[in-house]
């Protein structure tokens, strides 16, 4: 997987959303020892307000085939 390319895309998806907040990152890629077999584990905050479903479906339709949500609730997915 080449993280980079991935990371360039999340990114690119949630510069112009007002309603995304901060985007972080964990695992193996926030504690600088990812490598070619690591996976991307990322977090996006979005407003309290902000419609997450439409953001989820929206993230998931561009990495459809190589997306996985951990879990899912009326907080966080």
């Not at 080449?2 to 990114?11: Q, R, V």
């Not at 112009?16 to 964990?26: A, L, P, Q, S, T």
Request: cysteine-free; overall charge negative.
């Amino acid at each position: 997987m080449n993280l980079k390319k991935y990371m360039h895309f999340i990114s690119s998806f949630t510069v112009n959303k007002d309603e995304i907040k901060g985007v972080y990152y964990g695992g193996s890629i926030a504690r600088n020892d990812s490598d070619e077999y690591s996976d991307l584990d990322v977090r996006l905050v979005v407003e309290e307000k902000a419609k997450k479903n439409i953001i989820i479906e929206q993230f998931i339709g561009e990495i459809d085939n190589i997306s996985f949500i951990e879990s899912k609730s009326d907080k966080f997915a």
